[in-house]
Every structure is written in C-alpha cells, then in structure tokens.
T-cell receptor
Framework: GENVGLHLPTLSVQEGDNSIINCAYS??????FIWYKQESGKGPQFIID???NMDKRQGQRVTVLLNKTVKHLSLQIAATQPGDSAVYFC?????????????WGLGTSLAVNP | SQTIHQWPATLVQPVGSPLSLECTVE??????LYWYRQAAGRGLQLLFY??????ISSEVPQNLSASRPQDRQFILSSKKLLLSDSGFYLC?????????????FGPGTRLTVL
C-alpha cells in the first residue's frame, strides 16, 4: 500500500495522562473500523472496533470515536501506562465488488514516559 | 480457542537462497489467511491472501509466492531471496462468512537477508 514507505509519526505522553491517537481514513464507503496495537517484535493485536452506524464505542480504558463527516477515527487511552507503549494502527473495511477490502493506516508510535 | 503459529521466529539467509515460512491456524475451519510484510518502522503491506485451499490472491508483484496446501496451513516461499526481502513477516487469519473483518495475527518471522 501507499503507506508502507513512510516513517511512523510519534506521540509522547506522560504516564497517567490520557492519549489520543488519530487516523484519517480514505474511503467514504468504509463501514467497519479496527484499532490494533503492535508491541516491538510482536504481531498486531486487536484492541477495539466500531461500525459505521456508531460514532463512539468504549472498551476497558479505550474509547474509539468515529466522525464520518470528515473521515476521521480516533483512539483514546485513559490513564496511559508504560505497557501502552507500542505502535497503533487503524484499519478500514469496505465492500469492493464481491470482496471485502481492508486498508491499513500508517501507524502511530506511542511512547509513555514514566 | 483459536491460535495461530508461525515459524521460524527469526531467520538469516544469504542473497539468492530459497525461503519457506510456515503459518498454521488451530481451532477453526476454512479461515481466510493473509501474509503481510512490515519493514522496520513502517506500516503493514499485504502480500497474499487466501480464501481456501489452493486459492491464492497476490496483492503486489514481487519475488515471493504463497501456497495453501491444507485448510489451515499457509506457506510463503521464494526461490531466490533478494536483499529487499528483509523484513518482519506476519501471518493473519479471520473467520470466513462471519460478517466481521477483524484479523488475528501470528507472532511473526523476522527475516534478514545478507
């Protein structure tokens, strides 16, 4: 994809603060969105998802917000901990003919300072 | 519960040598399977996906090939490795026909071509 050659943006926060990671998605027909967390040397792990008929969904310490008007997705992490340090990816899904297509965002590196 | 395995975990190979990476999924039947490559500090690039035995779709032209000899086995191969094949290779799966697109990732294989 076109994002694979770009360096990851970085977000640095203090332990205990709230983190907000943003993602601009590309396709207005996308109907399902996912956030993944990838720790160093490991595969991405599912965090939370949201369908396009919702604008907010909450999990444990995480909240995903969806703004379809501006094609924007955000992940909020409450009371950020050192274990939250990782790269966070958003992904969007849409119908492409008879197939489902998944587009990955660039990723954001979150660094939590003690 | 479902689990996904990849091996080897790390691999160092000379340029021009062959490659075979294996991915297996347990606890599910007829999964969709995916191979991704991730360069250091970069996003995910989809290489291949498969919706069934012997069915392989290639997303980008490259030096690699994929095969699915069994329902829950996905293999990534090359006849002659290039330096540019170095990277972190991730296998992923998701259930077919469930209406969700969340993919679940394996632990990855770190390939270094020298």
């Amino acid at each position: 994809g076109e994002n694979v050659g770009l360096h990851l943006p970085t977000l640095s926060v203090q332990e205990g603060d709230n983190s907000i990671i943003n993602c601009a998605y590309s396709n207005s027909a996308s109907d399902y969105f996912i956030w993944y967390k990838q720790e160093s040397g490991k595969g991405p792990q599912f965090i939370i998802d949201i369908r396009s008929n919702m604008d907010k969904r909450q999990g444990q310490r995480v909240t995903v917000l969806l703004n379809k008007t501006v094609k924007h997705l955000s992940l909020q992490i409450a009371a950020t901990q050192p274990g939250d340090s990782a790269v966070y990816f958003c992904a969007e899904n849409y119908n492409a003919g008879n197939n489902r297509k998944l587009i990955w965002g660039l990723g954001t590196s979150l660094a939590v300072n003690p | 519960s479902q689990t996904i395995h990849q091996w080897p975990a790390t691999l160092v190979q000379p340029v021009g040598s062959p490659l075979s990476l294996e991915c297996t999924v347990e606890g599910t039947s007829n999964p969709n399977l995916y191979w991704y490559r991730q360069a250091a500090g970069r996003g995910l690039q989809l290489l291949f996906y498969s919706v069934g035995i012997g069915q392989i779709s290639s997303e980008v032209p490259q030096n690699l090939s994929a095969s699915r000899p069994q329902d829950r086995q996905f293999i990534l191969s090359s006849k002659k490795l290039l330096l540019s094949d170095s990277g972190f290779y991730l296998c992923a799966w998701n259930p077919a026909y469930t209406g969700t697109d969340t993919q679940y990732f394996g632990p990855g294989t770190r390939l270094t071509v020298l």
